[in-house]
């Protein structure tokens, strides 16, 4: 399968807003689908991830760092579209950010990059105070 295709992102101001898109074409029927970031000189860190994508079951989860500020969606027009909408936006949000998935019905650690064998090519996102 290809690996999914990003778009967005780009800078911003304290509090301002951006979103982040990714379109993961293929099956992604029980598939989790997350977003990650790295910012310079940090590890990678999982950001917001959904379980589920297809099922009638899906599950929502985000990284205290963002939650209440951040919300990740799914939908399916012509293929799988994950988002990431970034609202109440800090400086220390600066990063690359990337979309992964995992293969269908993964019971690994949301947050575990290792667990995600799909990478997006990742996209820069910069907040100025």
């Known amino acids: 399968q290809a690996q999914p295709v990003q778009a967005g992102g780009g800078s911003a101001q304290a509090g301002g807003s951006l979103r982040l898109s990714c379109a993961v074409s293929?099956?992604?029927?029980?598939?989790?689908g997350a977003w990650f970031r790295q910012a310079s000189g940090k590890e990678r860190e999982g950001v917001a991830a959904?379980?589920?994508?297809?099922?009638?079951?899906?599950?929502?989860?985000y990284a205290d760092s963002v939650k209440g500020r951040f919300t990740i969606s799914q939908e399916y027009t012509n293929q799988d579209m994950l988002y990431l909408q970034m609202n109440s936006l800090k400086p220390e949000d600066t990063a690359m950010y990337y979309c992964?998935?995992?293969?269908?019905?993964?019971?690994?650690?949301?947050?575990?990059?290792?667990?995600?064998?799909?990478w997006g090519q990742g996209t820069q996102v910069t907040v100025s105070p």
């Open positions: 293929g099956n992604n029927y029980g598939v989790r």
């Open positions: 959904i379980a589920g994508i297809g099922t009638s079951s899906r599950t929502i989860y």
């Open positions: 992964a998935t995992t293969l269908p019905f993964n019971n690994g650690k949301w947050s575990d990059q290792y667990e995600y064998p799909r």
